[in-house]
């Protein structure tokens, strides 16, 4: 297929790669130059990209990045052709989606949104799991693609969906770890040791996918960005947002909000949102620790 691949961040690069590695004709944007992608062609802007592209595939930050790569100067809609896709991977609105999928179908412009999950190992290895809203014909046509970055593809729905069920798994991740990262934070304070604790998680219906993928990073107090502090910020404010257009408070989620608030305070925004846990440890001054800790 042709394809444009918009983004080339820590998952958009990985991502790209794989879809070209899969032996399809890619052409590559970055907003900022200089990113290559082994196989793929690159373009000087997102309308050069999608010139001719069956599909266009998106991976930038947020909503704002989206509208300004599909709507801004020398967006993507200067080459918008009739049966093109837009497939969007970046975590964003679920009411703008909406809004953009309304702007471009008077076009014969199917806009499917498939936000992902399985960090950047997930992308590397080409085992994300996609989240995905749109026409069921829509998905089919793009399944090749889905194959060469993914493992599995949940349609949870029309258009929006995807985002929208990502906001509320996202929520999941940041409520449990927060949970975990408190637990942690006072067992240590109350001289439990670390490992023994997480000898019994696993033990117990306590454990989860989410403290599994974790714990070792912390052990081994590596905050190196899987899924940076301030794109899960963005995706916790993205689900208060949503919240709040549909009249559903969050109680859990607003306290987390605020933590990681203090936490991008402290100038923790681009390590790995496990980081929120260092500032934890510093209210309690104490640092949890397991052998293979330094
Ligand atoms: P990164 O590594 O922060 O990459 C973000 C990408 O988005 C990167 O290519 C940025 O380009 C691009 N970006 C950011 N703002 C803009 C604007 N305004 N216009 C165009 N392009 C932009 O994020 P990840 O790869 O980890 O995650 C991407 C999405 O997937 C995000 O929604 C996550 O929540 C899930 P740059 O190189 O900075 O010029």
Redesign the pocket.
């Known amino acids: 297929m042709r394809v444009a691949f918009l983004?080339?961040?820590?998952?958009?690069h990985s991502m790209a790669t794989n879809v070209a590695k899969a032996g399809h004709e890619v052409t590559v944007w970055?907003?900022?130059p200089g990113?290559v992608v082994e196989g793929a062609n690159i373009a000087p802007t997102p309308a050069a990209a999608a010139q001719g592209a069956e599909v266009v595939w998106m991976?930038?930050?947020?909503t704002?990045?989206v509208e300004?790569?599909v709507f801004g100067h020398d967006g993507v809609e200067q080459s918008l052709t009739e049966g093109m896709i837009i497939a969007d991977?970046?975590?964003?609105s679920p009411a703008a989606t909406l809004k953009f999928a309304e702007r471009v179908a008077p076009q014969g412009v199917a806009w499917v949104d498939a936000?992902?999950t399985g960090s950047?190992i997930g992308a590397r290895d080409g085992t994300l799991v996609f989240i995905v809203g749109g026409e069921e014909s829509q998905i089919e046509r793009l399944k090749p693609l889905f194959a060469a970055m993914g493992k599995k593809i949940f349609r949870m729905g029309e258009t929006s969906k995807g985002q929208a069920t990502k906001l509320a798994m996202n929520l999941q991740i940041a409520v449990i770890f927060e949970g975990f990262a408190e637990a942690l934070t006072l067992a240590t304070k109350l001289g439990v040791d670390a490992e023994k604790l997480l000898q019994l998680i696993e033990a117990t219906m306590v454990r989860s996918g989410v403290v599994e993928y974790k714990a070792p990073f912390i052990l081994n107090r590596d905050f190196t960005p899987n899924?940076?502090l301030r794109?899960m910020h963005?995706?916790i404010r993205l689900t208060l947002e949503a919240a709040k257009e549909v009249r559903v408070k969050l109680p859990a989620l607003e306290t987390v909000e605020e933590i990681y608030e203090m936490a991008t305070e402290d100038g923790n925004q681009d390590l790995d949102y496990a980081a929120t846990l260092t500032l934890l440890e510093k209210w309690a001054g104490v640092q949890v620790k397991g052998k293979v800790a330094a």
Not at 59 to 62: A, E, L, P
Request: charged fraction near 25%; include cysteine; proline fraction near 7%.
């Open positions: 983004g080339l961040g820590i998952m958009g970055n907003r900022t990113k991976c930038v930050s947020d704002d990045a300004k790569v991977s970046s975590t964003i936000p992902m950047k899924f940076p794109l963005k995706d």
